[in-house]
C-alpha cells in the first residue's frame, strides 16, 4: 500500500471505499464540478458501477509497483485522484494529471500540493525521462499549478478545444528529470 504524505494531503493507493468515492463524483453527482475543468471536451463514457470497478481492477502499473492513479485525501478524507499514463515507453515520458473531486477543496493549495507529492514520487520511484501535462488554457489554474511545479509550457494549440461552444487553446506543459533534480537539490546518478 502506498502512503505518501505532505503537509496537509496524503497520497495513497486507493480502498474500496475510495472506489465508491470515485464513482460518485464521476457519474452520480449532480454538479459535475470536476468535468467543467477536468478535459471537458472529451465526451466521458457512463459506466455502471460494476463496469467502472471492473475497469480500475484492470489497470496495469506504469512500473512494477508503481500505479497509474492514486487517491488524494486531506485527514483521511478523499478529495480526488492525481494520474498518469504513457505517452512514450521508449523515450520515458508520462502524461499526467489531477482531479480535486470535492469543490470544498479548490483554490486552497491542496491540489498544487497534491499535484507536486505525484510529480516527485513519480520521479522518485522509476526512471522516467519526462513528466507531462495537458490542459486548456481555460483551465487557468491547472497552468499556475504546473508552473509552480517547475513546468515549462512547451506547446500551446491554437483553438484546439470547444468549451461551452467557445474555442480555447490545447496547452502542453512538462519537466525533465534534470529539471526536477536541479528543483530538489538533487544530483543525478552518475
Do not use: C
Not at 502512503?3 to 464521476?26: F, N, P
Amino acid at each position: 500500500m502506498i502512503h505518501k504524505k505532505g503537509i496537509r494531503v496524503t497520497l495513497r493507493t486507493a480502498t474500496i471505499t475510495d472506489l465508491e468515492e470515485i464513482y460518485y463524483w464521476k457519474y452520480v453527482d449532480g454538479t459535475q464540478a470536476a468535468k467543467k475543468w477536468n478535459g471537458p471536451y472529451i465526451p466521458e463514457k457512463q459506466m455502471t458501477k460494476t463496469e467502472f470497478l471492473k475497469d480500475w481492477a484492470n489497470d496495469e502499473e506504469l512500473f512494477e509497483g508503481v500505479p497509474n492513479t492514486l487517491v488524494m485525501a486531506v485527514n483521511d478524507q478523499f478529495i480526488g485522484v492525481v494520474g498518469a499514463y504513457w505517452v512514450d515507453k521508449n523515450t520515458n515520458w508520462l502524461e499526467t494529471g489531477i482531479v480535486t473531486y470535492n469543490s470544498d477543496y479548490w483554490n486552497g493549495g491542496y491540489g498544487s500540493e497534491a499535484y507536486s507529492l505525484w510529480i516527485d514520487y513519480l520521479f522518485e520511484n522509476t526512471t522516467l525521462h519526462r513528466i507531462g501535462m495537458s490542459t486548456w488554457s481555460g483551465n487557468e489554474r491547472m497552468m499556475r499549478v504546473a508552473d509552480k511545479l517547475g513546468m515549462q509550457l512547451e506547446a500551446k494549440i491554437r483553438d484546439a478545444r470547444m468549451v461551452d461552444g467557445k474555442y480555447y487553446d490545447a496547452i502542453k506543459m512538462g519537466i525533465l528529470r534534470s529539471e526536477w533534480e536541479l528543483q530538489k537539490g538533487s544530483h543525478p546518478s552518475v
